[in-house]
């Protein structure tokens, strides 16, 4: 099991040349994680190593511009380096409540069609992560109509007891979202690896007795 992770983008509102706005890259087995998608990702991700086609999974921490204004275009960018497959698998994309309502306008306004599926999972927040003033329901928005190729994503709850929100559970990891405070809701996520059984070169161990 090999785990990279690229730093695509460590500014914050104002971007510069040198220096994009917020991204980062974890490379697992030929799929591709992005957390977090500021403006300029995309060229970012040109710069790397990177395949952005193998993007497999999105995670917005929140809906300020800088950490998610990038997205639209890279889905735009990544339709046009598709060709259309029905039994390609979904991009799964997680974030904030709202963000699937974003998505479903910037997509609907620009007149722009994916040619590959994806499914939007959004956190609904506690009105303690951020000033009570700055708390907005967002629940309304999800009445929308689905965009073309958009799957049923999921409406995700903060669960009580593990004070947190399970995002991902497969054979390899789990990930898990956790309430952070800011001026508007923000969530940070945490990947962890699963226990794996060790592996015994048996003829070794007989050469040695």
Known sequence: MSLEVTFLGTGSAYPSPSRAASALALRREGQCWLFDCGEGTQTQLMRSHLKAGRITKIFITHLHGD???????LLCTLSLQSSPDSNKP??????????????RRTL???????LFPYVVHELVPTRDQC??????????????????GEAQGRILHLDPVENS????????FVVKAFRL??????????????????????QKLKEIG
Do not use: M, T, W
Not at 68 to 73: M, R, T
């Open 181 to 202: 405070f800011h001026r508007i809701p923000s969530f940070g996520f945490a990947v962890e690896e699963k226990p794996r059984a060790g592996k015994l070169n048996v």
């Open 67 to 73: 950490h998610f204004f990038g997205l639209p275009g």
């Open 131 to 148: 000033p009570a003033q700055e708390f907005k329901d967002f629940s309304s928005l999800d009445k929308d109509e689905a965009s073309s």
């Open 90 to 103: 979904p991009v799964d994309i997680y974030g904030p409540l709202g963000l699937r309502s974003f998505i």
């Open 108 to 114: 609907e306004l620009s007149h722009s069609q994916l």
């Open 165 to 172: 929100y399970l995002l991902v559970d497969d054979e390899e």
